[in-house]
């Protein structure tokens, strides 16, 4: 029984050590993505993982010399996963904010696209104080988005917060929400310019005030892996210098999505 | 129902458990708390409502009259909470015709939805246990009912829906609880029931364990209410089953 329990505390120790010395050199990543954003990311009928953050996260791996490996995660909990070590590090279009700053880490930032309102077709409904009184509006929950409609319209409107984007637009379509908030190209590419969007149009201004929206989406990391975020830096600079980010950029969209 | 940030500062320190979250959004956590008793409640008294005639259709012996009873009874305990509440909410509203129909102020709200699964979650589960109930009451009763010349409808009201609901009382009591439980199913389609509210403060605090036993602990509170309540109707109405007190 003893020498049992040796062998057991052996591996253990191995294993743990095996940890360790993986996490050191960053020659394995594993990154943690949503797959409910279009155009940024989204499940594939044959279960793969496409779009924008996609892309950008192999590029980028590819630029490190590491190997990855693609964990899809719920939104909500995609932070709480990374800080119990499911994964080292999100691409999910994720914006840089203070309240996030406080538990992650951020790259600088590899996108920046202003958020925007949807309304549907001939509804009239205009973004003011007045004209979104008693209005229900629709938002991912614990977005920018979500934070901003909360903090300036929340005396005012109704709001709906769903778990993904697209359960949101499923709302827009059946008639739930009048308005939908989201990140203008997200909400462009993955619902007004398909078949399903075809009666919503864009209304009111462009937000994108740093208070609420942050510089951009930037990728998060656990605070203590300073060397990681380094690495990303560097990769997010070198791809954007070698014309590896253009490529993608022009496979999605047909302007800059980086932002000046 | 809308969510307010009591959290004025959103400075929260990284302590490995930190409850000022929970704190502050206590408020959120209680009016989720009453939505879910709305639902739950609401859900459990038409769902009883409902059950009985449906029992008593299905206990029937002729084919013709049990079938769609059963039919019912089997789809509501064949099929998930989630998946019912789903079709109902977002299957639903698919439907170009429902959609202009006079229906549709009920299907557009989530919370009608949710409360329409419960329901008929709920009356299909209780039917069958009232069609149990009902069919093992002893032929005894029942022959001695007729030999007093009690009509059948009599019959039914005095002697085997009494003793039916009795038997079921034990059974009935977990359905109580596990309706109790299901019923947090209403936070994923934006319903800020008590499971809502636990997930918004998660998303927004980044604090798992703490916004999640904190719903645990009241789902708990709740369940030891009822687990209470339904001994004092269990010591009321199976006092005949008790030993005489000399």
């Not at chain 1, 020498?3 to 050590?17: D, E, H, P, T, Y």
């Not at chain 2, 309540?229 to 005489?244: M, N």
Request: contains cysteine; hydrophobic residues 45%.
């Amino acid at each position: 029984m003893r020498k049992f329990i040796r062998v057991i505390a052996a591996a253990a120790v191995l294993m743990l050590g095996a940890g360790l010395s993986q996490a050191a050199d960053w020659s394995k990543v594993r990154i943690g993505v949503e797959g409910a954003y279009p155009p940024f990311s989204w499940v594939e009928a044959d279960g793969t993982l496409k779009g924008f953050d996609i892309d950008v996260a192999n590029a980028l791996c590819k630029e490190m010399g590491a190997e990855c490996t693609l964990v899809q995660q719920d939104w909500d909990g995609i932070i709480p996963s990374l800080l119990a070590k499911k994964y080292d590090a999100i691409i999910a279009s994720m914006s840089i904010t203070p309240e996030r700053k406080k538990k992650v880490a951020f790259s600088n930032k590899y996108y920046n696209t202003p958020a925007k309102f949807a309304r549907m077709k001939g509804s009239g409904i205009e973004i003011t104080k007045e004209g979104l009184a008693g209005k229900t509006v629709g938002v991912q929950r614990a977005t920018t988005h979500d934070s901003f409609i909360t903090a300036e319209f929340g005396d005012a409107v109704t709001i709906k917060r769903y778990g993904t984007q697209d359960e949101a637009y499923l709302d827009a379509v059946s008639g739930r929400i009048d308005l939908l908030l989201a990140d203008s190209v997200a909400m462009d590419d993955g619902f007004l310019n398909t078949d399903n969007g075809k009666d919503w149009e864009f209304v009111g201004p462009d937000f994108i005030e740093e208070k609420y929206f942050g510089p951009g989406a930037g990728i998060a990391m656990r605070q203590e892996d300073t060397d990681l975020v380094e690495k990303f830096n560097a990769a997010i600079a070198a791809i954007r210098a070698n014309g590896t980010y253009e490529a993608i950029n022009k496979k999605y969209f047909e302007f800059d999505v980086y932002g000046d | 129902m809308r969510f307010k940030d009591k959290c004025d500062a959103w400075g929260l320190p990284n302590d490995p458990i930190d409850f000022s979250a929970i704190v502050c959004n206590l408020p959120l956590y209680l009016e989720g708390l009453w939505v879910t008793v709305q639902l739950v409640v609401m859900a459990l008294a038409i769902g009883l409502i409902l059950a009985v005639p449906v029992a008593l259709l299905a206990s029937s012996r002729s084919i013709w009259i049990k079938a769609l009873p059963k039919a019912f009874i089997y789809f509501f305990r064949g099929t998930p909470l989630l998946v019912q509440m789903f079709l109902i909410y977002y299957g639903f509203g698919q439907f170009e015709a429902i959609r202009e129909s006079f229906l549709w102020p009920i299907f557009r709200e989530a919370y009608w939805c949710a409360l329409i699964a419960f329901t008929l979650n709920t009356a299909g589960y209780t039917a069958e246990m009232l069609r149990g109930a009902i069919e093992q009451t002893p032929f005894g009763e029942i022959e001695a009912a007729k030999a007093c010349g009690m009509s059948g409808a009599l019959i039914y009201r005095q002697i085997i829906l009494p003793s039916a609901f009795r038997r079921a009382l034990p059974a009935y009591g977990n359905e109580v609880i596990f309706m109790l439980h299901g019923s947090a199913v209403a936070g994923v389609i934006t319903i800020i029931d008590l499971f809502g509210a636990a997930r918004i403060v998660n998303s927004r605090y980044f604090v798992p364990f703490e916004s999640y036993i904190t719903a645990g602990l009241f789902y708990l509170i709740m369940t030891f209410a009822l687990i209470w309540l339904f001994k004092r109707l269990e010591h009321r109405w199976h006092a005949y089953l008790r030993p005489r007190e000399t």
